[in-house]
């Protein structure tokens, strides 16, 4: 009598599973390295910044830098909250600039000044009624996205020119320069020598950084981004997250709008224009997978300063800012090629 007995299915796929632990270890180790691998390329960057100019590393130009990274890198972190959960916000540009200028129609007079407010509300209330424009802004576009199904990149590059539309009526296309005294603080205050707006944004990154590693709404993000069918059946309550990630991609982006007028004073007519082509920048040669479920926000914060420390040696350098926007766009092709064939990504 043969022994017809099976062995178990656990031995039967031994000899596949080593290789399968290898390979995923792999991929976690590079994942890890990939955080780290603009840390050099800073390093580097701070190099050539003194051999270009000894200003460079002079504290004001140093603090200079992280100051105007400061708006940039909320705007950042809002976008890589919404790729790292699989979506897409054009319309974070025209946030920075329309929340202050609601918040500011909403609560300044309506006579005494160039702009005409409708003077409904305390001035105490401008920094809440700008975020609040801000979440709006993002909990709309979710609304778009998850309950109208319209195609996120349409919807919000819709978004992004009404927006628009609306920043230059409200103001009549010109600047806005009797700013809320909230405002001017938190702009221009400094905290133990340090510009307030950083200590802000580094916090905030902080907070974002534990809140995406230790909690499990935030390492839910990952999977709804990897895999949203499975994360679904999994029981993650995928549409409320998505929609709650891009109402706080909103709230920062009209933080950023308020540190920004803050520090200059006043809000201009193409407050924000373009700047989503430097936000797209930062954070994908800071390793955010435009497929969602990659990245962390580490490394979009070394994306920021990579690109902040770029242009600030250029123009150390003597290299006219209008070539900002050609280095931006090449800065985002290498990235994607490197990201193509480092992490077996494709792109499309």
Known sequence: MTDTAQPPARELTDGREPEHRESARARIDFARWRDLSLVPVILV???????????????????????????????????????????????????????????????????????????LLPTWLAIPLCLAVGALIGATNGFLMLKLRVNGFIATLGMLTMLRGLHVGLSEGQSIVNVPDSFRYLGRADWLGVPAAVWLCLLLYAAAGLFLAYMRHGRALYAIGGNPEAARAAGIRTDRLTWAVLALAGTLAAFAGILYTGHYGSVSAGQGDGWIFQVFAAAVIGGIGLRGGRGTVFGALTGVLTLQLVVNVMTLGGVPPLWNQFLNGAIIIVALVISRFAGGERQE
């Open 45 to 119: 960057l701070g190099l050539i910044g003194f051999i270009v100019s000894p200003a460079f590393l002079t504290t004001d130009n140093l603090l200079g830098v992280v100051q105007q990274s400061t708006e940039l890198g909320l705007l950042v972190l809002g976008l890589a909250l919404v790729l790292i959960c699989g979506r897409m916000d054009l319309s974070l540009e025209s946030t920075l600039g329309v929340a202050p200028v609601v918040a500011m129609w909403l609560v300044l007079p309506s006579d005494g000044s160039r702009f005409h407010g409708l003077g």
